[in-house]
């Protein structure tokens, strides 16, 4: 089962940076798109940045280019190096991945199956 987990969320003040983490795992390889989206109370999730599965052409919202940067770290991990912070920042930011995974089978089969995948959240709070 593939799996996301964020980490590196919590409270800023404005101005300052944060780093978040998103680890995958559960497979054995992939091909995959992973992105960041948010959601701020009361408003629907959007994408903050994305990255092809080989971290080449970040695509980023308007509204952080210039502030945030996406990157992968390895084969499992992409960053988002968030800088200069506002008060609009805050939300939580979930991990996200679309593409095919090599999934290992109970008796040691592989196939590759097409999944999307969504991490739990971390929530990142800009405030003065």
């Known amino acids: 089962q593939v799996q996301l987990v964020e980490s590196g969320g919590g409270s800023v003040q404005p101005g300052g940076s944060l780093r978040l983490s998103c680890t995958a795992s559960g497979f054995t390889s992939s091909i995959a798109e992973m992105s960041w989206y948010r959601q701020a109370a009361g408003k629907e999730r959007e994408l903050v940045a994305k990255?092809?599965?080989?971290?080449?052409?970040p695509n980023y919202a308007d509204s952080v280019k210039g502030r945030f940067a996406i990157s992968r770290d390895d084969a499992n991990t992409v960053s988002l190096a968030m800088s200069s912070l506002k008060l609009e920042d805050t939300a939580t930011y979930y991990c996200?991945?679309?593409?095919?995974?090599?999934?290992?089978?109970?008796?040691?089969?592989?196939?590759?199956?097409?999944?999307?995948?969504w991490g739990q959240g971390t929530l990142v709070t800009v405030s003065s």
């Open positions: 990255t092809r599965s080989d971290g080449t052409n």
């Open positions: 996200h991945t679309d593409g095919v995974f090599l999934l290992q089978r109970p008796g040691g089969a592989v196939r590759w199956k097409q999944l999307e995948v």
